[in-house]
């Protein structure tokens, strides 16, 4: 079988999903005791992210949502997950201009 190139689109788009997500801090944590890692339940996320596919010459907002710039000229949208939903019936997302990435 023949081998897909790599798309340059994804490869660009894996890059600005890993710098939209949170950075680890700097300095180590102790280690956790047994007791307290059982009790210590990772927190849930709060927003889903939205990036668009392609670079894009100018700002859109989607339901009244302003976007960030990223550094590769995408769009990225961090939306509240109680409306991630209704944000993903939009336009742009269902034709492919803009993906969900979280």
Known sequence: ??????????????AVI???QPQ????????????????AAPAEPTEALFVSHNREPQEFQIMDMP????????????????????????HHVVTGRVRRVS
């Open 67 to 90: 976007p960030e710039r990223t550094e590769e000229r995408r769009l990225l949208w961090r939306v509240p997950l109680d409306k991630a939903d209704l944000f993903a019936l939009h």
């Open 18 to 20: 890993a710098a939209a």
């Open 1 to 14: 079988m023949a081998r897909k190139k790599p798309d340059p689109n994804d490869q660009a788009l894996e």
């Open 24 to 39: 680890p801090e700097v300095a180590p944590e102790p280690e956790p005791e047994p007791e307290e890692a059982a009790a």
